[in-house]
């Protein structure tokens, strides 16, 4: 079966290009699929991600354009000829900005249109007509993915259509290769994420200033890069933590990093369904999130892996936050707890899951 993805790209440390080259890579394993990787646009960088060699890695266009350009400049042509070419049986259109895109270049095509949404179906700010595109999927589309269950209800409450499927990201199995055990002695937190405003970085350092203040020994990391480094870093400084919270930048091997922390505290405003929660908890670390739409409900049991927040009480996060930082066993409960909990997202069911789609929608015959 001849399958293609088609997303931004590669070149950043976000969730679709993770969530896609570890699926991606695990189908084409089989001889049965042959995987095709279709970014929009060729960036001119490295992949973070790299892609197994048996991939097709291939681009719609060969510089930046945006969107409205690329309908007018016959992106829909070119995305037809592509699965013409390389006789697609099925696109999976990896975010809603590419729905429209995918399911007209299918239109009247042998290829099924798959639109794999990664926000959660109330999130309308990541792009312009971010809601017409949703619609479109929900309208046109062979088949609809999401990520959450909690999403999948409101989905079919919404829409009610057929065709709709939830399945979580996977976890990335390489993380276990570098899994050593945890260390609950360490006094170092961790968070992960792009500096973009839907992270909410101004209220964690809000938070790290207080309970850096008191627990002096303890220092807080903060890993990804984004718009908003310069004014975060200001605002880092202007609170005097700038020997105690520290921007990190984008780094390759935070899987192997992750062994070096305590626990991770996440304060985003809203997710689709947090990747660095899953990572975090496959590497045996205690969970702190705001309880936001949508994924930490259903990472975090609270208490147990660690602690859902009501969402954005800076008290409360604080509170939690402190706990673990003085209760070097509840740390270590709390991490073989993360350990167990993280079974449903192991890559192997959700391979077969996808592969069960894949076999119901290609074109018969």
Known sequence: MNICFLLNGFSENGGIGRAVSILADRLSWEN???????????????????????????????????????????????????????????LVACGALYFPLSILACMHQKTRCICWEHSNIHTIEDHAFQRICRWSGAKAADGVVLLTKRDYGRYIKKYKRKGVYQIYNPIDPAISKGNDGYRPDSKKIISAGRLSPPKNYETLIEIAGVVLSHFPEWQWDIYGEGELHLELDRRIRDRGLQNRLFLKGQRENLYDLYKEYSFLVMTSLREGFPMVLLEAGASSLPLISFDIDTGPDEIIQDGENGYLISAFDRDEMIDRIEALMQDRELRIAMAASSRELIMPFQLEGIHHQWQEIFNDLAPKG
Not at 39 to 45: A, H
């Open 32 to 90: 049965k699929n042959s995987i095709h990787a279709l970014s929009f646009f060729d960036e001119g960088k490295p992949d973070f991600f790299p892609l197994d060699e048996r991939i097709a890695r291939r681009f719609i266009f060969d510089k930046p354009i945006t969107m409205k350009k690329a309908m007018i400049a016959g992106g829909v042509g070119r995305l037809r000829g592509y699965l013409k070419r390389n006789q697609i049986d099925i």
